[in-house]
């Protein structure tokens, strides 16, 4: 005799327990001072190495094609793509992210994942900045707090960390196959 069960998927899904980005989304000011933090960050490198450059009698050309620019230069981009898209990608922060207390989380209040952040970042922050910021300004005019590539990638950007999370299990059922007839072979 063969029999066929209904099989029923159980999905474990994390949310959070009355996530409101209109309360919880980031100052504007606040937000300006996180992305000011975040280039001087980048920009202090190769200035750095100018500087070092500079001290060590390099003038002009010569100057400017030396290896310590050109290193600062490299680390700079380096140190760039780290903080602008690595760190975002496992932790929700840039460093001037973490220093001011903001978190990027999806629209819904769950970390985002990696599509969303290379989305955001890769896309969007372009976007804004070929809008002449007026994509970031637009973070001051609505209630929500959220910039133009907050719009493209479904994000938001909250002061603090939600820690409202709580589990629920989503059952998904698959369409029930068609009972089989048992068939008996004599013996």
Same mark, same amino acid.
């Given at each position: 005799?063969? %029999?066929?069960?209904?099989?029923?998927?159980?999905?474990?899904?994390?949310?959070?327990?009355?996530?409101?980005?209109?309360?919880?989304?980031?100052?504007? =000011?606040?937000?300006?001072?996180?992305? =000011?933090?975040?280039?001087?960050?980048?920009?202090?490198?190769?200035?750095?190495?100018?500087?070092?450059? +500079?001290?060590?009698?390099?003038?002009?050309?010569?100057?400017?094609? &030396?290896?310590? $620019?050109?290193?600062?230069?490299?680390?700079?981009?380096?140190?760039?793509?780290?903080?602008?898209?690595?760190? !975002?990608?496992?932790?929700?922060? &840039?460093? /001037? %992210?973490?220093?001011?207390?903001?978190?990027?989380? +999806?629209?819904?209040?769950?970390? !985002? /994942?990696?599509?969303?952040?290379?989305? +955001?970042?890769? =896309?969007?922050?372009?976007?804004?900045?070929?809008?002449?910021?007026?994509?970031?300004?637009?973070?001051?005019? $609505?209630?929500?707090?959220?910039?133009?590539?907050?719009?493209? &990638?479904?994000? @938001? @950007?909250?002061?603090?960390?939600?820690?409202?999370? @709580?589990?629920?299990? @989503?059952? %998904?059922? %698959?369409?029930?196959?068609? &009972?089989?007839?048992?068939?008996? $072979? !004599?013996?």
């Amino acid at each position: 005799m063969t %029999k066929i069960k209904n099989s029923a998927q159980v999905a474990e899904k994390e949310y959070i327990k009355g996530f409101d980005p209109v309360e919880l989304h980031a100052p504007f =000011i606040l937000r300006c001072g996180a992305m =000011i933090i975040d280039y001087m960050i980048v920009l202090a490198i190769p200035v750095g190495t100018l500087l070092l450059g +500079r001290m060590l009698h390099y003038d002009g050309a010569k100057l400017l094609n &030396s290896e310590i $620019n050109n290193t600062g230069w490299l680390i700079a981009i380096l140190v760039c793509a780290t903080n602008f898209l690595i760190l !975002p990608m496992f932790g929700g922060q &840039s460093l /001037g %992210k973490m220093l001011t207390g903001l978190r990027i989380v +999806r629209h819904d209040g769950t970390t !985002p /994942g990696f599509a969303q952040i290379a989305g +955001r970042h890769l =896309i969007g922050y372009p976007m804004t900045l070929f809008s002449a910021m007026l994509g970031f300004v637009l973070a001051a005019f $609505n209630v929500e707090g959220r910039a133009l590539h907050d719009y493209l &990638s479904g994000t @938001v @950007v909250v002061y603090g960390k939600p820690e409202r999370k @709580v589990k629920t299990l @989503v059952k %998904k059922s %698959k369409s029930a196959a068609p &009972s089989a007839r048992s068939q008996e $072979n !004599p013996a």
